[in-house]
Each structure stands twice: as C-alpha cells, then as structure tokens.
C-alpha cells in the first residue's frame, strides 16, 4: 500500500517516512502543499497523511482540492492545531481522521491501518464465504448459484456473519450491530434467527457453514463441515 505524507517539517517528515516504511508501506513524500497537489493529481495513493499548516497550499486548501477529484481517499490530518474549532473544520472539509501533535506512533499506525480497512470495505460489493455469496447492492444470496431468500434482519445476520468469517461472534455483539442495541440481552430472539438462517442457508447443503461455539456464540466457519 501506498502512502503519500505531506509535511514541511522535515525532521518530522523523516520519522514519519522511516516509521511507515519499516511498517511495510510504500512512501512518496511533499514538503509543500503544491508539490503535494501535484503529487496527488498524477498519483494514485491508498491513503495521504497531511500537515494543516503547509508552505504555498495550506492543509486546509488542499483537502478541498483534493476531495473534488478523488473524493474517497482516506485522508488523515497530522498537526499541532488542537482546538475543537480547527478538528471540525477538519472533519467538515473532508478528513477521515484528525491526529494532533505530538503523537504516539503505534496509534497512528492504527488509525491509518482503520482508515485503509474502512475504505476498502466501502468498495465492496460482495461477500463470499465456500460457494455462498451476498451481493450487497442488490441484497442477493446464493448458494451454489441457487437463490436464497430472506428476511432482512436475517440478510443483516449473515452480512455480520461474513464480514467475521472464522471468527466467534457473540449473541450481544449482534444485538449490538443488527438491532443497535433495541433488545435486551437476555432475548432468544438471536437463537431464532440463527436457526432460521441455517434451515435456508445449510439445510440443503453437505457442507455446514454456522456453527454453534458453545457458551460463546456463532461462528461462520469458511471451509464449513
């Protein structure tokens, strides 16, 4: 992956480049916001790290520019402005993260690792597990190419289910993301539509793709049983 920092600072320029490069990214850097307009203009990049207060193009200016033609590149402002005023306006202009100075390393290498991951989950459009697809436009599942029908609570189950693939999901965790908290903890109403979800999406198949994780809870095993 790809990253483009701009920052006139050029010993922070320096960490920064070091840092990223020894944590596997590949690093274009600016020292100016329009050497860094131009860099993003030809370039394409995963993500652009920016200081707000840059030489010939202000940070602020150059989020603007660059949100009109590449609206969706995640976009993580690094400065010493930490007024409340200064991150909204940040936010508001386009940033996807707002990092005030001085910072920890390793939180900003999580931020840009959650703001790649956001991304790139944005662009997707389908999700696949053995031979069981979600197209998520068109709110379609298959299996084996045959045309499975549910419930839109029980699409939202199974999307869960698939963005956690091989991973145990408990019931309060989905409680959590499909009903946002409206149930209380203690419904078996989670049991229910697992059980209505594995009738259509197992039933007729050799392989079992929802598990039961005893004590613990659900679990969309990609190889199935």
Not at 182 to 197: G, M, Q
Request: glycine fraction near 6%; aromatic fraction near 6%.
């Amino acid at each position: 992956m790809k990253i483009l920092v701009i920052e006139d600072e050029l010993k922070t320029l320096n960490i920064l480049k070091k840092g990223l490069q020894q944590a596997a990214y590949d690093v274009d850097v600016a020292a100016d916001g329009v050497v860094g307009y131009d860099k993003i203009r030809d370039n394409e990049y995963d993500l652009i790290l920016l200081d707000l207060m840059l030489p010939k193009l202000s940070g602020w200016e150059l989020i603007s520019l660059t949100r009109k033609f590449k609206p969706s590149i995640p976009l993580i402002a690094l400065t010493a402005r930490a007024s409340v005023k200064d991150r909204v306006q940040g936010l508001k202009l386009g940033c996807d993260d707002y990092i005030v100075k001085p910072f920890s390393f390793e939180e900003l290498l999580a931020r840009i690792e959650a703001a790649i991951r956001r991304h790139r989950s944005s662009h997707i459009t389908e999700l696949r597990s053995a031979d069981l697809v979600l197209d998520l436009l068109k709110k379609i599942v298959t299996r084996g190419g045959r045309a499975i029908e549910l419930s839109t609570k029980e699409l939202l189950i199974l999307e869960y289910l698939l963005r956690n693939e091989d991973k145990v999901v408990t019931r309060k965790m989905i409680l959590d993301n499909v009903w946002k908290g409206s149930l209380e903890e203690d419904t078996n109403v989670i049991d229910v539509y697992i059980n209505y979800l594995r009738n259509k999406v197992d039933r007729d198949f050799d392989r079992q793709l929802i598990h039961t994780v005893r004590g613990l809870g659900y679990i969309l095993r990609s190889q199935g049983t």
